[in-house]
């Protein structure tokens, strides 16, 4: 026979979910969120401020810092993109900052979330900017490929799967679920290939849209508790996304055309006018101007769009930033290989004309910084292969001929 779990008299949570369960005589028990509720209660009662009647539901504790302070965090970690940075952390911090007064007195206006969508090219940092914020929030958080998503019925994954690794993510706690983050990637590619509805069945296009419209807005999903298909004797866990946010992105190629025939076709004429080439405009700058009109135009339905309110463009990565990315942040890609190199006692360094060729080359493959470990891998393949524990101390330094080298053997080969 299974042993019952001690459980919390309030609330009902488990001693597995929850972090202390405090018991006393007679199987009295209650957990730690009961008692921080308790503590609150009793701190409202002193302020003369009217105490809630029940505690049945308590809310978990969310660590909220300032969007100064959520800023200089991902500076730390990501290189550049100021203005996607403010915008995110103001977004991100109004919507926490809704869950702090969702049962508040001191307000009767109901706050909607404001999901965001990233738009930038590949290896941007959108991916990273999302996770490094997720990491310092504490705070469940689970990357989506919507290129893999169909509708319901068909073969593939479901839009419910996104909420599944989300569940999962936080450990089976439903109430950490729904206060978690989800990064969907890829979104433009499950774009309509016109701005026209379409006659025929797109199972993963229009149609996932159509599935992602619910779950962004807010809605009560029911979903497999390990994950799978649903079937109909299957117990399911019941996961509220209202306050989940949802940061979409995609690299939305040919969208700066888009912007661009919108700006050139409302240009003005005469010679008080504005008047700059194409050339000389580059794709961050018009991406920019984005407006919600453009991304309906690339083949977004109006509905999605609306429940993505909050746009953010990413720059395209220039050569002073790929430097910057290589060298400068906490986990950096050369702090990442010297300390593996010097874990078999050898004493890896660069100089300074091989940074400057390794990011010359990444810029010509145009993949962004996700570019530069493979470079990187190419140029240190060799060494990493003869590498053995049992030698002397080492020093193995890299210059810009070892560089050229490599990269053009592997090009021949």
Same mark, same amino acid.
């Given at each position: 026979m299974?042993?019952?779990?001690?459980?919390?008299?309030?609330c009902?949570?488990?001693i597995? /979910?929850v972090?202390?369960?405090?018991t006393?005589p007679?199987?009295?028990?209650i957990?730690?969120?009961c008692v921080q509720t308790?503590h609150?209660?009793?701190?409202? #009662?002193k302020s003369?401020? !009217?105490?809630?009647?029940?505690?049945?539901?308590?809310?978990?504790?969310?660590?909220? !810092?300032s969007?100064?302070?959520?800023?200089n965090?991902l500076?730390?970690?990501?290189? &550049?993109?100021d203005?996607?940075?403010v915008?995110?952390?103001?977004a991100v911090?109004n919507?926490?900052?809704?869950?702090?007064?969702?049962?508040?007195k001191?307000?009767?206006?109901?706050?909607?979330?404001?999901?965001?969508l990233?738009?930038?090219p590949?290896?941007s940092?959108?991916?990273?900017?999302a996770q490094?914020?997720a990491?310092?929030?504490?705070? !469940?958080f689970?990357?989506?490929d919507a290129?893999v998503?169909?509708?319901?019925?068909?073969?593939?994954e479901?839009? #419910?799967?996104i909420l599944?690794r989300?569940? $999962?993510a936080?450990?089976?706690?439903?109430?950490?679920?729904?206060r978690g983050?989800?990064f969907?990637?890829?979104?433009?590619?499950?774009?309509?290939?016109?701005?026209?509805?379409? %006659?025929?069945?797109d199972?993963?296009?229009?149609?996932v849209?159509?599935?992602?419209?619910?779950?962004l /807005?807010?809605?009560?999903?029911?979903? !497999?508790?390990?994950g799978?298909?649903?079937h109909?004797e299957?117990h399911?866990i019941?996961i509220?996304t209202?306050n989940?946010?949802?940061?979409?992105?995609?690299a939305?190629?040919?969208? #700066?055309?888009?912007?661009?025939?919108r700006?050139?076709?409302?240009?003005?004429? &005469?010679?008080?006018?504005?008047?700059v080439s194409?050339?000389?405009?580059k794709?961050?700058?018009?991406?920019?101007?984005?407006?919600?009109?453009?991304l309906?135009?690339y083949?977004?339905?109006p509905?999605?769009? &609306?429940r993505?309110p909050?746009?953010v463009s990413?720059?395209?990565?220039?050569?002073?930033?790929?430097?910057?990315?290589?060298?400068?942040p $906490?986990?950096?890609? %050369?702090?990442?290989?010297?300390a593996?190199f010097?874990?078999?006692?050898?004493?890896l360094?660069?100089?300074? #004309?091989?940074l400057?060729?390794?990011?010359?080359?990444t810029?010509?493959q145009?993949?962004?910084?996700?570019?530069l470990r493979?470079v990187m891998?190419?140029?240190?393949?060799?060494y990493?292969?003869?590498v053995s524990?049992?030698r002397?101390?080492?020093?193995l330094?890299i210059?810009?001929?070892?560089?050229?080298d490599a990269l053009s053997k592997?090009?021949r080969?």
């Amino acid at each position: 026979m299974k042993k019952k779990l001690a459980s919390c008299c309030f609330c009902g949570a488990t001693i597995d /979910e929850v972090e202390r369960l405090i018991t006393g005589p007679e199987g009295i028990a209650i957990c730690n969120r009961c008692v921080q509720t308790c503590h609150n209660m009793v701190l409202s #009662d002193k302020s003369g401020k !009217p105490a809630a009647q029940s505690i049945q539901n308590p809310e978990p504790e969310i660590f909220l !810092p300032s969007p100064s302070e959520l800023k200089n965090h991902l500076d730390k970690f990501v290189i &550049g993109q100021d203005s996607a940075k403010v915008a995110l952390c103001v977004a991100v911090y109004n919507h926490y900052k809704r869950l702090f007064l969702k049962n508040s007195k001191e307000t009767s206006v109901e706050i909607d979330k404001s999901n965001v969508l990233f738009v930038g090219p590949t290896g941007s940092g959108k991916t990273l900017l999302a996770q490094t914020l997720a990491r310092f929030l504490k705070v !469940p958080f689970t990357i989506a490929d919507a290129t893999v998503l169909t509708e319901v019925g068909y073969v593939g994954e479901d839009v #419910d799967s996104i909420l599944v690794r989300l569940y $999962q993510a936080a450990d089976y706690n439903v109430q950490a679920t729904e206060r978690g983050i989800v990064f969907v990637d890829e979104l433009d590619k499950i774009a309509r290939k016109s701005a026209n509805p379409s %006659i025929t069945r797109d199972v993963s296009g229009e149609g996932v849209q159509q599935g992602l419209l619910k779950i962004l /807005e807010g809605t009560v999903s029911a979903i !497999p508790p390990k994950g799978g298909r649903k079937h109909p004797e299957q117990h399911l866990i019941h996961i509220n996304t209202r306050n989940i946010l949802f940061i979409c992105g995609g690299a939305f190629e040919r969208l #700066d055309k888009v912007i661009s025939k919108r700006i050139d076709s409302g240009g003005g004429m &005469g010679f008080g006018a504005d008047i700059v080439s194409k050339s000389e405009r580059k794709i961050g700058e018009i991406l920019g101007k984005c407006e919600p009109e453009d991304l309906i135009s690339y083949g977004l339905l109006p509905e999605l769009v &609306g429940r993505l309110p909050v746009i953010v463009s990413l720059n395209e990565l220039d050569e002073e930033a790929l430097l910057n990315i290589l060298t400068q942040p $906490q986990n950096a890609l %050369i702090k990442q290989y010297t300390a593996l190199f010097a874990m078999d006692n050898v004493e890896l360094s660069f100089t300074e #004309d091989a940074l400057k060729t390794i990011v010359k080359r990444t810029v010509e493959q145009k993949t962004g910084a996700r570019g530069l470990r493979s470079v990187m891998e190419k140029i240190l393949m060799p060494y990493m292969f003869n590498v053995s524990k049992e030698r002397e101390k080492t020093i193995l330094q890299i210059d810009a001929k070892i560089v050229e080298d490599a990269l053009s053997k592997n090009k021949r080969q």
